[in-house]
């Protein structure tokens, strides 16, 4: 999948639909595979939010299956910094 075609886009949306929707709240995905993408946090508990989050993504480390790794930056938690990738 080509990389740039990603960017600007929201992680899991339809190829037809990938802007974000008016009402959602968003975080901004920077670096590694899926820099920036953009994730749907609208219902997410402050919990979940400082947590961060592991998406499926094929192009990971680990190939289809993999996860990367997300995590709010502490000077500015709109933005998730990749903290790597799993099996």
């Known amino acids: 999948m080509d990389e740039e075609l990603l960017r600007g886009r929201v ?6 639909d ?3 929707q008016v009402g959602h709240i968003y975080r901004e995905l920077v670096g590694g595979p899926l820099d920036g993408l953009l994730v749907d ?6 919990e979940e939010l400082a947590d961060g989050v592991a998406l499926l993504t094929e192009l990971g480390a680990y190939g289809a299956g993999g996860r990367s790794h997300y995590g709010p930056r502490a000077a500015d938690p709109l933005r998730w910094d990749w903290e790597g990738d799993s099996a």
């Open 11 to 16: 992680y899991g949306a339809d190829h037809e």
């Open 18 to 20: 990938p802007g974000p």
């Open 41 to 46: 946090v609208t219902d997410w508990s402050a």
